[in-house]
């Protein structure tokens, strides 16, 4: 019943940007925070961007290129993707935390960022 669906990855040159957007359905429950994790080829997931309420973070990695952004009435989480490097080519995943007793995590199904010339 829960459904994040991911758009905007793509292929784009080094210095360029893309905007991704996640858009949540079917969560019954209070989100607390939704936000972005990548998975690098060969490498672990790691967290990108979060936030809670109208509060960002953002990992050390992408500080003062990468937006997160959260539209709370369409339950849309963003992540906007500025001076992109060949390093942030990764599978990116939309995750939204939710109260359910305790907080419970939902994933969606990733898209592609490769940043190449």
């Known amino acids: 019943q829960v459904q994040l669906v991911e758009s905007g990855g793509g292929l784009v040159q080094p210095g360029g940007s893309l905007r991704l957007s996640c858009a949540a359905s079917?969560?019954?429950?209070?989100?607390?925070?939704m936000g972005w994790y990548r998975q690098p080829p060969g490498k672990e997931r790691e967290l990108v961007a979060r936030?809670?309420?109208?509060?960002?973070s953002y990992a050390n990695s992408v500080k003062g290129r990468f937006t997160i952004s959260r539209d709370n009435p369409k339950n849309t989480v963003y992540l906007q993707m500025n001076s992109l490097k060949p390093e942030d080519t990764a599978i990116y995943y939309c995750?939204?935390?939710?109260?359910?007793?305790?907080?419970?995590?939902?994933w969606g199904q990733g898209t592609q960022v490769t940043v190449s010339s």
């Open positions: 995750n939204v935390r939710a109260y359910n007793l305790g907080l419970v995590d939902y």
């Open positions: 079917g969560i019954i429950f209070k989100i607390n925070t």
């Open positions: 936030i809670s309420s109208a509060v960002p």
